[in-house]
């Protein structure tokens, strides 16, 4: 069984730019959720897709969107990229069928930095 | 509004002790909670958790305690070893607001001392 799988790994980009992060999610799993990780904080929910559709959204502007694909992977696109988004980018996967008791499994997570 | 607190940042312990790591929520409709310790450079890894109908569950080494009329959850290590040491998040979701989204706090670290 594989686990949640994240790229890139690392990712520096500048002011205004664009930029895509992938993710797999573990083997069975059909939830996904992003969450932005700051320096020093908890990570915050981003938002959460669960086959293919968009099922719930963080307090984050609309620049941040995401994608499922059939095969439960996703990404998360952020346009216009803004200093401030330079964090640490986790996506976890869950299975979708316990409802509020799923545990959420995370990935590596993607260091994104914008200069 | 931080709706879930880990007020202490960093904890040290020696190794073989207990160590007791304290989380506070706000909000009264958090039904299920969660602990996950990070490694630099990992993802959280999951723990163990705790739905509201209970005020106890235990894996191992490790025992979480809900005390819902205090907005309350501590994670027990016992015994502590160094490979413990880690940052440790808690989480906690609301099956009512429809998105099974988790609310973290900010992490303590943990320090267990050989």
């Known amino acids: 069984e594989t686990g949640v799988t994240q790229s890139p790994t690392h990712l520096i980009k500048t002011r205004g730019q664009q930029v895509t992060l992938r993710c797999s999610s573990q083997?069975?799993?059909?939830?996904v959720s992003w969450y932005q990780q700051a320096l020093g904080q908890g990570p915050q929910f981003i938002f959460q897709y669960y086959r293919e559709e968009e099922n719930g959204r963080g307090n984050f502007p609309p620049r941040f969107s995401g994608l499922q694909f059939p095969n439960y992977s996703s990404e998360l696109n952020v346009n216009a990229l803004e200093l401030d988004d330079s964090a640490l980018y986790l996506c976890?996967?869950?299975?979708?069928?316990?409802?509020?008791?799923?545990?959420?499994?995370f990935g590596p997570g993607t260091r994104l930095t914008v200069l | 509004d931080q709706q879930v607190k880990q007020n202490s940042p960093s904890l040290s312990v020696q190794e073989g002790r207990i160590s007791i790591l304290n989380c506070d929520y706000t909000n009264s409709m958090f039904d299920y909670f969660l602990w996950y310790k990070k490694y630099p450079a990992e993802g959280p890894t999951f723990l163990i958790s705790?739905?509201?109908?209970?005020d106890k569950n235990e894996d191992g080494r490790f025992t979480v305690f809900l005390n819902k009329s205090a907005k309350h959850l501590s994670l027990h290590i016992v015994p502590s070893q160094p490979g413990d040491s880690a940052v440790y998040f808690c989480a906690a979701s609301d099956s009512t607001s429809g998105t099974y989204k988790y609310i973290f706090g900010t992490g303590t670290r943990l320090k267990v001392l050989a």
């Open positions: 705790i739905s509201s109908i209970k």
């Open positions: 083997s069975g799993h059909n939830t």
């Open positions: 976890a996967s869950s299975n979708g069928l316990a409802g509020n008791t799923d545990t959420q499994y």
